[in-house]
């Protein structure tokens, strides 16, 4: 089993920067692909970024390419997400997601999710 929890989420302003946290307990987690996903009322969950176990290899939306880097450090079970030059379109909850296995930006092949973390950008 692997659990994570996101923080780091909040309120700012259009062109602004934030950075999220995953953090992950369980055992193996060095092992685990880790990922970001965001998610608007009414919308399907959409993929953001994702990292390699080893954080060789990263995926990230077209949206976001640029703007935002997701990165790893296995000694304290942590991912990130550093998030600049926001935009409006990128308010959304940001959930973080891990899966044993390679990286993918399927939702569906994520089998441990987070709660959840609200970014809200105000243009």
């Known amino acids: 089993q692997v659990q994570v929890v996101e923080s780091g989420g909040g309120l700012v302003q259009a062109g602004g920067s934030l950075r999220l946290s995953c953090a992950a307990s369980?055992?193996?987690?060095?092992?685990?692909?880790m990922a970001w996903f965001r998610q608007t009322p009414g919308k399907e969950r959409e993929f953001v970024a994702a990292?390699?176990?080893?954080?060789?290899?990263?995926s990230y939306a077209d949206s976001v390419k640029g703007r935002f880097a997701i990165s790893r450090d296995n000694a304290k079970n942590t991912a990130y997400l550093q998030m600049n030059s926001l935009k409006a379109e990128d308010t959304a909850v940001y959930y973080c997601a891990a899966r044993w296995g390679p990286l993918t930006t399927a939702s569906h092949r994520y089998d441990y999710w987070g709660q959840g973390t609200q970014v809200t950008v105000s243009s």
């Open positions: 369980g055992r193996t987690i060095s092992s685990v692909t």
């Open positions: 990292i390699s176990w080893s954080g060789g290899s990263t």
